[in-house]
């Protein structure tokens, strides 16, 4: 799997990070009064200069102690991975909780279920429109994703093929949310088309990876051939992101 632009960005910033600090405590171990040069000071050197010889040495001994680049490399790595892993989580979390515990919208005009439908398209788009990113705004929009889940099973005789390539976000989030609601493995193919190739949105591509992970939960085969396509387009995901991790649990159970 081929490494975002931000993943080698910061993997290149931490032999930095890793000398400056090595160096500045050198400096400190130094100016201490009557400090004289030993063991503890050459060790700091040497990691200040170690993230640029990983190429090099393996390891490095002093009087006392070991250093192993690739090792501590590998630590660095797993850790910031891990870190991504969990952020990524926390985030989904909170996405289902407020899901979870929405009612929908209380304000909409009494109408048929197709007359609902429409009102809840023009609250999405006007939400996207009219409010700052951030907190408040997801939880309006997941609030309108909610109702379109209630509203799903009246809603059988919609063209979801076409709400789902069109060029309007409400439509598209709508078809994501019947699909989330009454997963069908024939809509699979057109959702994974639209996620990788038309929704730009983080919020749109969140939902249209839980449309495929309801799918995947109801026909545990359903997204199998799908997988080289996914695993292509998980790299195009902020690592730490829900979208990255929801994403990463479909193609780990589907595998």
Do not use: C
Not at 18 to 23: F, I, P
Not at 55 to 81: H, M, N, Q
């Amino acid at each position: 799997m081929k490494r975002t632009k931000d993943q080698s960005s910061r993997s290149s910033i931490i032999p930095i990070v890793v000398t400056v600090v090595a160096l500045a405590i050198a400096a400190v171990h130094l100016m201490w009064p009557k400090m004289k040069i030993d063991g503890v000071l050459l060790g700091l050197l040497v990691i200040a200069v170690l993230p640029w010889m990983g190429s090099v040495f393996e390891s490095v001994e002093g009087a006392g102690w070991k250093v192993t680049y690739r090792k501590l490399r590998a630590d660095l790595d797993s850790t910031r991975t891990q870190l991504e892993i969990t952020r990524g989580e926390v985030e989904s979390t909170r996405n289902r909780t407020d899901f979870i515990e929405s009612t929908g919208i209380s304000d909409l005009s009494p109408g048929s279920p197709v007359e609902e439908l429409r009102q809840l398209v023009d609250r999405y788009d006007s939400i996207r429109e009219n409010m700052k990113s951030g907190m408040p705004r997801t939880k309006e929009m997941t609030d309108v994703v909610r109702h379109l889940t209630i509203l799903a099973n009246k809603l059988d005789n919609i063209d979801w093929p076409a709400y789902l390539e069109s060029s309007d976000g409400g439509e598209r989030l709508a078809a994501y949310s019947y699909f989330y609601a009454r997963p069908r493995p024939s809509a699979a193919s057109g959702i994974v088309s639209v996620l990788t190739r038309i929704e730009k949105t983080p919020f749109g591509q969140y939902w249209a990876i839980r449309a495929l992970g309801s799918i995947m939960d109801a026909y545990p085969t359903s997204l199998y051939r799908f997988l080289p396509i996914l695993n292509d387009f998980l790299p195009e995901l902020p690592a730490g992101t829900d979208r990255y991790y929801e994403l990463s649990r479909i193609i780990d159970a589907a595998e």
